[in-house]
């Protein structure tokens, strides 16, 4: 697959996958053996570690989940992007309850595709800083 393939490819994922919770679209765009390896140490990191912290975290706490896609580098099979997740929060986040505050999570990561699927993650985000700005709400 051509960089731009590989462009497509985590376009795809982040909004049909992240913005708009399509498990057929996670299913067909995740190899069984990814990894992600940004999750915290002795934490799963296999695909359904991913799909459950956006089903069962993010999206029910962001009402109006969006994911804006600001740049894309690819090289070989990586892809780099910078994003941001953005939502109301309107439900319990990471044991923080509602506070009907705009949230925006910047993130920037790299996702290295392999036959179309993402096959492994690395990433940095500042969710730790929004939750400790929910904290103080």
Partial sequence: MSSDDNKQVVRRFNIAVIQNGDRAAFDALIAS?????SAPPDAP???ESLWH????LLR?????L?????DQVAEGDKVVTRKTIAGVHTATLFGIPATGKAVS???IDIV??????????????TLSA??????QA
Avoid at 53 to 56: A, K, M, P, S, V
Avoid at 66 to 70: D, Q, S
Avoid at 130 to 135: D, G, K, T
């Fill in 130 to 135: 929004v939750l400790a700005q929910l904290r």
């Fill in 60 to 64: 029910p706490a962001l009402s109006g």
């Fill in 66 to 70: 969006t994911v804006t896609i600001h």
């Fill in 45 to 47: 990191n296999g695909p």
């Fill in 105 to 107: 999570i910047d993130v």
């Fill in 53 to 56: 912290t956006f089903q069962n």
């Fill in 33 to 37: 053996d990814f990894q992600n390896r």
């Fill in 112 to 125: 290295r595709v392999a036959d179309g699927r993402y096959a492994e993650h690395w990433g940095i985000n």
